[in-house]
C-alpha cells in the first residue's frame, strides 16, 4: 500500500478520520433500523445512537491539518503558503468526488434533488441554507434527496471559506500581543469563536439568519475552535523545545486521555441522554443540547491527543491507528462519507433488513458497509488520488516558475501538514 505524504507528520490521523466515517455509517444503519422513531432503551441502542459523534471528529481534524501550517510558518517567521494553493487544494479534494457521487447516487438508488429545478443548490453544497424550497420527494423525504450527510460538508466547505480570515485575523492578534508568549492571545482569540458558538448551535433553526448561523462555522464554532486551538498547541509545543508534563504523559500513557473519553462518551450515551428518543435527533429544543455539543468536542480532542503528540510512540491505542487496514479506511474515508448514505437507502430498498429475521441491524450493516466500501475505492483510486496527484504537479510547477524552493523536509510542517495533508484528507 502507497503511504501517502500525509503521513510524514501526523501518520495517525488517516485512521481517526476512516474510524470517524464508520461511525457515521453505523449511526446511519442504526436510524434505518429497530431505533427509528423509538427510545434508546438499552445500552446498545445508546451506544449506537450517539455515534455521529464522528461529525466533531472530522471538523477537529480539520481544522487542526488546515490552520497548523499557516501558523508553523508565522511562528518560524517564513513566508505562508498561499491562500490562492490552498484554495485549488481544497476544491480538489473535495468537489470532484462530491459532484460524481451526487450524479451517479441521483440515477442508483434515485436519490432526488440533483436532477431537479434546485440542482444548482445541491451541486453548490447550499442545500443547509434558506435560499430555495425543496420540492418533489425532496419536499416530502429529507433521507432520499441529494446526500443528507453532506449537511456537515456543507458546514465544512464554508469553514475552507473562512480560514483564510481566521489565518489573518489571528496573525493580525499575534503582532499586537502584549504578552512575550503568542500562544495566549491566540487561544484568547481562538476562544471567541468557542463560546460565539454556544447560543448559534442551541436553537433549531427554522429559516432566516437563525438557520444560516447554525449551519456555519459559527454554530459548530466549538468544535472548529478546538481543532484551531489544536493546532497552534502543537506548534507551540515544537517550537519550545521541551516538552511539558501533560504532553509527556500523553506521549508515555496514550491509554489516559483515550480511557477519559470513553468512559466520558458512555457516561453521556447512558445517563445523560438516554431517555430522548433518537427522532428528535440532535436534541436542540431540549436543555440538554449545550452539554452533549460540548461534551462530543471533549471527546473528540482527547481523542486526538495521542495521534497529536508522541505519533511513533506505543501502546496499543497508536498500533491499531497504525495498522494497514485503518490506515486505508483512512485513505478512502472521503468516499466512505459521500456513499454509505446512498448505499443504505439502496439495500434497504432492497430489503436486506428482511433477508434475515430477526438481525436486520447486522444484514444492513454488513451489505451497506461492503457496498459503501467499494464504491469509496473505486471513487479514491479512478478520481481522487489522479486528481490529487495533478493538483501537486501543477502547484510543484509553478513553484519552479517562480524559482520557489518545493517545501521539504526542513520545512517541516509546511511539508507534511499544508499542502499534503489538505490533499490527500477529507472534510476533514
Known sequence: MEVPPSHLRFPLFDSLRGIAALSILVFHVALFTVFIGGPVDSVAGAVLAHLNIGVPFFFLLSAFLLYRPFVAARVAG?????????????????????WAALTVTAIVPGMAGAFSGNWWAYYGLLQNYPIFTPEGACAADSYRCAIPPAWSLAVEVLFYAMLPLIVVALAWVGRHRRTRSWLVPELAAISTLALVSLPASVVWPIGGI??????????????????LGLASVSVWVEQRGGEPAWVRTVRTRPWAPLSAALGLYLAVSLFVLVPYPLATYPLRDVDIYPFEFASFGLIALLVLLPATFGAGGGGAYRRFLRHRVTTW???????????????????????AADWWP???????????????????????????????????????????????????????????????????????
Do not use: K
Not at 486528481?387 to 526542513?410: I, K, N
Open 329 to 351: 479506511l483512512g485513505l478512502v474515508s472521503y468516499g466512505m462519507f459521500l456513499w454509505h448514505f446512498p448505499a443504505l437507502v439502496l439495500m434497504f430498498d432492497l430489503g
Open 358 to 428: 430477526g438481525m436486520s441491524f447486522t444484514v444492513l450493516l454488513v451489505t451497506t458497509l461492503a457496498v459503501t466500501v467499494a464504491c469509496a475505492a473505486v471513487s479514491y483510486y479512478a478520481l481522487e488520488r489522479p486528481l490529487m496527484r495533478w493538483g501537486r504537479r501543477r502547484q510543484a510547477r509553478r513553484r519552479a516558475e517562480r524559482g520557489s524552493p518545493t517545501p521539504g523536509a526542513e520545512a517541516g510542517v509546511l511539508a507534511a501538514a499544508s499542502a499534503p495533508a489538505a490533499i490527500e484528507r477529507d472534510r476533514s
Open 210 to 227: 437563525g438557520q444560516v448561523l447554525n449551519f456555519s462555522p459559527i454554530g459548530t464554532g466549538l468544535w472548529f475552535a478546538l481543532g
Open 78 to 98: 517564513r513566508d505562508r503558503p498561499t491562500f490562492s494553493g490552498y484554495a485549488e487544494r481544497r476544491f480538489l479534494r473535495i468537489a470532484p468526488a462530491y
